[in-house]
């Protein structure tokens, strides 16, 4: 069973800003798993790491190849087009 997950906005100091992302490095996790992981852990929600992993991974794999048409730089566009629309609001809110 794959989790269903909702998008939502916090706001990190800088210091936890750049500890994330060298933990997100450093690991090869993105930062979504890494915040979710500590809420589980916070929270205690107690499903381990390892059994997350396994069951993503199943999920992966049952999933690969359902949607073809995406490219394999789909993430990056969709960022990139974050970035674009971010800069583009800060333009008009400057005047």
């Known amino acids: 069973m794959v989790a269903i997950v909702e998008r939502t906005q916090i706001y990190l100091?800088?210091?936890?800003?750049?500890a994330l992302e060298a933990r997100a490095l450093a690991t090869g996790r993105t930062?979504?798993?890494l915040?979710?992981?500590?809420?589980?852990?916070?929270?205690?929600?107690g499903e381990a790491h390892e059994e997350r992993m396994r069951r993503w991974r199943e999920a992966v794999d049952a999933a690969?190849?359902?949607?073809?048409?995406?490219?394999?730089?789909?993430?990056?566009?969709?960022?990139?087009?974050?970035?674009?629309?971010q800069e583009e609001l800060e333009r008009r809110w400057r005047g």
């Open 13 to 18: 100091t800088e210091e936890e800003q750049r």
């Open 31 to 33: 930062k979504s798993d």
């Open 35 to 45: 915040i979710r992981e500590a809420l589980d852990v916070y929270l205690d929600l």
């Open 64 to 85: 690969y190849g359902a949607a073809p048409y995406l490219s394999a730089t789909y993430v990056e566009d969709l960022r990139a087009l974050d970035v674009e629309r």
